[in-house]
């Protein structure tokens, strides 16, 4: 089965510093995709950035970028400069197989002024 | 582009009685996602169109809940009767892709979803 685990369900970071948001996952398919949705309180989820788990390189999208460790099965997301726009519940999400798309719990983040 | 609109945006009901959510995607989307997002999860998976026919409903409780997407445009979804345990958010998502599930070079593009109260 595929599970996505967030460990921490509230983060907080000052305006213009930098968070992490982790994740790590189990899946038993060699080839699967992850993603990073955002959710504000509007409630529409909105991808942020993807990863090919065949890739080695991180994904980067602005001042979102990804620490993709395969390994350890471990996803995380790193937010420089935040913005009081990037609060909101961050979701991690694994796609593999012939399976549906599989959330975390989520994070929610504050961003303090 | 418009994006995927969701009515009503927020519904309260008494257990046992039903309601319906509407959902129109993306235009051109042909695959259609209805999620259950309970307070404190994330979404869950419930039914996956491809154009107007049933992809996945392995995790839709067809004791109490119907959806159908009859001309493989906009959908509705029913739960009847309700119970308390419905309480939830009901995310619509919509995607080009055709295949059965691989979205990754086809997002998914959600709406703003309906607040269900079951009270």
């Known amino acids: 089965a595929q599970t996505v685990t967030q460990s921490q369900p509230e983060m907080s970071v000052q305006e213009a510093e930098t968070v992490t948001l982790s994740c790590t996952y189990d899946?038993?398919?060699?080839?699967?995709?992850l993603f990073w949705y955002k959710q504000p309180p509007s409630r529409q989820m909105i991808l942020v950035i993807r990863?090919?788990?065949?890739?080695?390189q991180n994904a980067t999208e602005n001042r979102f970028s990804v620490n993709f460790q395969k390994a350890a099965k471990s996803f995380s997301l790193k937010i420089s400069d935040s913005q009081l726009g990037d609060a909101a519940m961050y979701f991690c999400a694994l796609l593999s197989g012939n399976t549906p798309l599989v959330f975390g719990k989520g994070t929610r983040l504050s961003v303090i002024a | 582009e418009a994006g995927v609109a969701q009515s009503p945006r927020y519904k309260i009901i008494e257990k046992r009685q039903s309601v319906a959510f509407w959902c129109n995607p993306i235009s051109g989307h042909a695959t259609l996602y209805w999620y259950q997002q309970i307070l404190g999860q994330g979404p869950k998976l419930l039914i996956q169109?491809?154009?107007?026919?049933?992809?996945?409903d392995s995790q839709l409780p067809k004791d109490r809940f119907s959806a159908e997407r009859l001309k493989g445009v906009d959908s509705t979804l029913k739960i009847q009767p309700a119970k308390l345990e419905d309480s939830a958010v009901y995310l619509c998502?919509?995607?080009?892709?055709?295949?059965?599930?691989?979205?990754?070079?086809?997002?998914?593009?959600f709406g703003n979803g309906t607040r269900l109260t079951v009270t």
């Open positions: 169109f491809q154009n107007n026919g049933v992809v996945d």
């Open positions: 899946t038993s398919e060699s080839d699967y995709y």
């Open positions: 998502a919509s995607s080009l892709e055709k295949g059965t599930g691989y979205t990754y070079n086809s997002p998914l593009h």
């Open positions: 990863q090919e788990a065949y890739k080695q």
